[in-house]
């Protein structure tokens, strides 16, 4: 399957984004979705996740209360709503598909196997 993402940008601290994602993929209501983030010369990290449906939802404690993540199935799209944007939010922000739901709603990216390729979003202070 593949994803793209989009919605990137350079925004000032406090400011808001929302990034999209698109599958191409005919069963994406079947893949709970995650967003990632990766600044520069750091590890990948886990940001958020939602089920297949919707109705679950997973979120990083450093963005907890300023990030929603939502889905719209109709669409293929998987959204990421980032309000009370920090310098710290800075990084590659990357959508990921686990397409085997082996263990559920999961901050692993080990266990995403599908990624799109990376929006850039950059907060000045």
């Known amino acids: 399957v593949q994803l793209q993402a989009s919605g990137g940008g350079l925004v000032q601290a406090g400011g808001s984004l929302r990034l999209s994602c698109v599958s191409s993929?005919?069963?994406?209501?079947?893949?709970?979705m995650g967003w990632f983030r990766q600044a520069p010369g750091k590890e990948r990290e886990f940001v958020a996740a939602?089920?297949?449906?919707?109705?679950?939802?997973s979120y990083a404690d450093s963005v907890k209360g300023r990030f929603t993540i939502s889905r719209d199935n109709a669409k293929n799209t998987v959204y990421l709503q980032m309000n009370s944007l920090k310098p710290e939010d800075t990084a590659v922000y990357y959508c990921?598909?686990?397409?085997?739901?082996?263990?559920?709603?999961?901050?692993?990216?080990?266990?995403?196997?599908?990624w799109g390729q990376g929006t850039l979003v950059t907060v000045s202070s």
């Open positions: 990921a598909a686990d397409r085997a739901r082996a263990y559920g709603l999961t901050s692993d990216p080990r266990l995403y196997d599908s």
């Open positions: 939602i089920s297949y449906r919707g109705g679950r939802t």
């Open positions: 993929g005919r069963t994406f209501s079947s893949y709970d």
